[in-house]
C-alpha cells in the first residue's frame, strides 16, 4: 500500500511539473546574453538600435557618422576595384534575359582593362585559368581536364570549337552557363576579364587583341563595363 502511495504521489508530481513547463510565460526569467535570442540585424545607412530596448548604440565610430554603421574605408587602403572596372547590370532573372545578354556579349571583342597592361592581364590570366577553370577545362583548353577525364563530368567543351569573344567568356564567367555555375564569387571583375584575355590568347588563335576601353561594350551589352577614369 505504502509503495502504491509513493508511485501515485510521484506520479502526480511529474505530471504537474509537465504542465506547468506547457502553461504561459507570465513571467519569463532574465535574460542574460538578449543578442542570442533577438539578433539585430543593423541596416548599414541607417541609425543603429537595440531590438530590445531604448538604448541607442553610442560606440563612437557610429556617432561620429550620424550613428550609421556603414563607415567609410580607412585612408591608405586599398580599393577592391583597383582595377576600376563596374559592373552595374542584375544579374539576368530569366532564359530570356540570359540568351539576350550572352549574344549580346559576343559583340564585345574588347575588354575595358588597360591596353598597356595586356601582356601582365594574361600572364595573370592564365594561373587563374589553371588554379580556377583547368580542371573541367584542361590546362589546353580541349575540355579534357582531370575532372573530365576522371568520369566525374562530362561535356566540357573545347574552346577551339566555340564560337567566343572575349565578352562571351567573361560573360559566362560572371553568369554560368549549362552546368557550369557564376564564378563571380571566386573572381573579381578584373579576374574575370584577364581570364578572358587569356582563354582568347591561348585557345583562340588570331582573336582580337585588347583595345582602349573607350571602344568596348555596344550600348545593348547587357553587362555594363567601364573604366575609370
Known sequence: MKKNVLKITAVLGLTTVLLNSCGPKENTPLVYFPDMYF?????PLMK????????ENEIPAFVKNSGATGLAP???????NKDGVFEESLLPKNVDEYNAGYEASKKLTVSPLNPANAAKDIERGKILFDHTCA??????????????QSGAFSGVPNYADREITVGSVHYVLTNGRNAMGSYAGQLNAGDRWRVALYVM?????????????TAAAPATTE????TKK
Open 39 to 43: 539578433p539585430v540585424a543593423y541596416d
Open 48 to 55: 543603429a538600435q537595440d531590438a530590445y530596448s531604448d538604448h
Open 74 to 80: 580607412v585612408e591608405g587602403s586599398v580599393s577592391q
Open 135 to 148: 580542371a573541367c577545362h584542361g590546362t589546353g583548353g580541349d575540355g579534357q581536364g582531370p575532372i573530365v
Open 201 to 213: 590568347s591561348a585557345f583562340k588563335k588570331g582573336a582580337a587583341a585588347p583595345a582602349a576601353a
Open 223 to 226: 553587362t555594363t563595363t567601364e
